[in-house]
Structure formats: structure tokens, C-alpha cells
């Protein structure tokens, strides 16, 4: 079983940075691929960014190319999402998501655990 708690949500002027963060419980969080997926009202969730466990790789949505950010901390049982020159469009709840396997993975069924979400809001 593994929890995630997500942090560092807020408000930020177009332009602006945040970073946030997805704690994890459990002994084998190493094991699971990460997910950062985000959700605006009236839109479906959609994938951000992914990083697998085992060589670091990562995937980044188009619209987020350049502009964010995906790493992790084994040690430290916590992923984040560095999140430069935002736009009002990167406004939604954000929600960090895991799941086992090696590699990383973009379809949002497979994964296997939940964040509760943070709130970005990009004014403009």
C-alpha cells in the first residue's frame, strides 16, 4: 500500500514558478513509477509529466515541454514537479499518481494510487 500526500499548490502570477511536491509512505516507494496529472474544471484529468524508478527517464505532456519539470528523491520518498513560466491554462488541481513497474507510463487507468490533489491557480 502506498499513500501520497501532495504540497505546494497556490496562486502565482502568470510567468511565475512553483514547485510541488508528493510525499510518500511505504518501504518500496523506489519500485513505483510517478505520475503528475492535473485536472481544470470542466476538463478530463489529463497526464503532465511521468518518471520511471529504475533509470530516471521521464515523459512530459506537449503543453508542458520546456516549462516543467519531473524529478524524484528515493531517499527522501517524495516526487516533484518544478513548474516554470506558468499560464493561466496550468490552472487545475494537481494530483500525483503511482503505480509498479519499471518504466514509465502514460495511461492513467494503470495507476494503482492516488493523491488527495493541490490546487494551482495561474492568474493572469
Known amino acids: 500500500q502506498v499513500q501520497l500526500v501532495e504540497s505546494g499548490g497556490g496562486l502565482v502570477q502568470a510567468g511565475g514558478s512553483l514547485r510541488l511536491s508528493c510525499a510518500a509512505s511505504?518501504?518500496?516507494?523506489?519500485?513505483?513509477?510517478m505520475g503528475w496529472f492535473r485536472q481544470a474544471p470542466g476538463k478530463e484529468r489529463e497526464l503532465v509529466a511521468a518518471?520511471?524508478?529504475?533509470?530516471?527517464?521521464?515523459y512530459y505532456a506537449d503543453s508542458v515541454k520546456g516549462r516543467f519539470t519531473i524529478s524524484r528523491n528515493n531517499a527522501k520518498n517524495t516526487v516533484y514537479l518544478q513548474m516554470n513560466s506558468l499560464k493561466p491554462e496550468d490552472t487545475a488541481v494537481y494530483y500525483c499518481?503511482?503505480?509498479?513497474?519499471?518504466?514509465?507510463?502514460?495511461?492513467?487507468?494503470?495507476?494503482?494510487?492516488w493523491g488527495q490533489g493541490t490546487q494551482v491557480t495561474v492568474s493572469s
Open positions: 511505504g518501504r518500496t516507494f523506489s519500485s513505483y513509477a
Open positions: 499518481a503511482a503505480r509498479r513497474g519499471s518504466g514509465y507510463y502514460t495511461k492513467q487507468q494503470s495507476y494503482e494510487y
Open positions: 518518471i520511471s524508478w529504475s533509470d530516471g527517464s521521464t
